[in-house]
């Protein structure tokens, strides 16, 4: 998988789902969706795949995903059946501000 930069785009191969990175560390890193790598948008994906049982949590158009340290963000893009993942471990949906009320 190459190197994830801020506003890299990239689409889970056994789903619908995609993704925007928001804030990457830099570090080198395996990013998964329902169990497979993410590829990039245009590439080619397998009709048959499927989302791996352990990793079928889905995800959420709009809602962001955090690793437990923050020093990965991204953003769903298109909703998909599969979870996302770095190097093994479930990413977490970051929890909503509340706005400040304006009377």
């Not at 890299?8 to 830099?26: D, H, L, P, Q, Y």
């Not at 953003?75 to 009320?101: R, W």
Request: hydrophobic share 40%; with cysteine.
């Amino acid at each position: 998988m190459p190197t994830l930069k801020t506003g890299g785009r990239f689409k889970s191969a056994v789903c619908a789902g995609e993704i925007m990175v928001v804030t990457a560390s830099g570090d080198d890193v395996e990013l998964t969706c329902g169990g497979a790598p993410m590829v990039e948008p245009g590439t080619e994906t397998a009709a048959d795949a499927t989302v791996h049982p352990d990793h079928a949590v889905g995800i959420a158009m709009g809602k962001r995903y955090i690793t437990e340290d923050e020093s990965l963000e991204v953003l769903c893009v298109k909703a998909g059946d599969g979870a996302l993942a770095v190097n093994g471990q479930l990413l977490l949906q970051k929890d909503t501000k509340q706005l400040p009320k304006t009377d």
